[in-house]
């Protein structure tokens, strides 16, 4: 590795402007951010770990729809440096692309708010991607495979970079979880349509692009992820360490 590091990362990002139409239709009236676990929003899980890895200035986007996650920003991120967006995106590249834009010239951490992980897998996750060049792209990688559509990595032991994205298989799937350098590739005229496709090309064009392993992320899109989420914190494999 160079000798420039990322080094310590003080602003962070949240994407919160999906619809989450299957848990609306089955049976959750809020809007997604609000979607409670464990007794509380998704959207209160996510700023808890931001504050416990000390990350105090927070980008966060949600759909026009999400009044009552507005209303609960207000009410509740009083201690949160918060710049909030609020848009309906076509993709959840749209929406990570306005976040990452509002957060250009220092390195970030960016997530999306319907993942459930204990905050200290938080903060050594962002603690872990310090160490990786300036100009690295890091992706927090779990073994846990819960999504309908898991977005493989490849990812080589020795040096910690990914090798692929995509396929049918590989020895880690995403965790939502996406730390991006102070400056960043330009992206080709027109974009992605969804996140996926720009992370892969990050590593199809050869850009550094590194894993850090997090124990257990839940992705909670169903009300099974609702029950298995509760069910970890109940046992202490997430929530309560603050998750």
């Given at each position: 590795?160079s000798?420039?590091?990322?080094?310590?990362?003080?602003?962070?990002?949240?994407?919160?402007?999906?619809?989450?139409?299957?848990?609306?239709?089955?049976?959750w009236?809020?809007?997604?951010?609000?979607?409670?676990?464990a007794?509380?929003?998704?959207?209160?899980?996510?700023?808890?770990?931001?504050r416990a890895?000390?990350?105090?200035?927070?980008?966060?986007?949600?759909?026009?729809?999400?009044?009552?996650a507005?209303?609960?920003?207000?009410?509740?991120a009083?201690?949160?440096?918060?710049?909030?967006?609020?848009?309906?995106?076509?993709?959840?590249?749209?929406?990570?692309?306005?976040?990452?834009?509002?957060?250009?010239?220092?390195?970030a951490?960016?997530t999306?708010?319907d993942?459930?992980?204990?905050s200290?897998?938080?903060?050594?996750?962002?603690?872990?991607?310090?160490?990786?060049p300036a100009?690295?792209?890091?992706l927090?990688?779990?073994?846990?495979?819960?999504?309908?559509?898991?977005?493989?990595?490849?990812?080589d032991?020795?040096?910690?970079?990914?090798?692929?994205?995509?396929?049918?298989?590989?020895?880690?799937?995403?965790?939502?979880?996406?730390?991006?350098?102070?400056?960043?590739?330009?992206?080709?005229?027109?974009?992605?349509?969804?996140?996926?496709?720009?992370?892969?090309?990050?590593?199809?064009q050869?850009?550094?692009?590194?894993?850090?392993?997090?124990?257990?992320?839940?992705?909670?899109?169903?009300?099974?992820?609702?029950?298995?989420?509760?069910?970890a914190?109940g046992?202490?494999?997430?929530g309560?360490?603050?998750?």
């Amino acid at each position: 590795m160079s000798a420039a590091r990322l080094g310590p990362i003080v602003q962070g990002g949240i994407i919160a402007a999906g619809e989450g139409s299957r848990l609306r239709a089955a049976g959750w009236r809020m809007s997604k951010p609000m979607v409670p676990v464990a007794g509380r929003p998704l959207m209160d899980h996510a700023l808890d770990r931001f504050r416990a890895a000390g990350i105090g200035r927070l980008a966060v986007i949600i759909n026009e729809a999400s009044e009552d996650a507005r209303r609960w920003l207000e009410d509740n991120a009083g201690d949160i440096d918060l710049d909030l967006t609020v848009r309906t995106t076509p993709s959840s590249y749209a929406s990570f692309r306005i976040v990452a834009e509002r957060l250009a010239g220092a390195p970030a951490v960016i997530t999306t708010v319907d993942g459930i992980m204990a905050s200290d897998d938080f903060r050594a996750f962002v603690e872990a991607a310090s160490a990786f060049p300036a100009d690295a792209t890091v992706l927090g990688l779990t073994d846990l495979v819960d999504d309908e559509k898991p977005l493989w990595a490849e990812l080589d032991p020795a040096s910690g970079r990914i090798t692929r994205l995509g396929g049918a298989a590989g020895s880690h799937v995403t965790a939502g979880l996406y730390i991006l350098p102070a400056r960043r590739p330009a992206e080709p005229v027109g974009g992605f349509e969804r996140l996926r496709d720009y992370l892969g090309w990050l590593v199809e064009q050869g850009e550094r692009v590194y894993g850090v392993a997090v124990p257990r992320v839940f992705d909670i899109d169903r009300a099974a992820d609702i029950a298995a989420a509760e069910r970890a914190a109940g046992t202490g494999e997430a929530g309560s360490r603050r998750a």
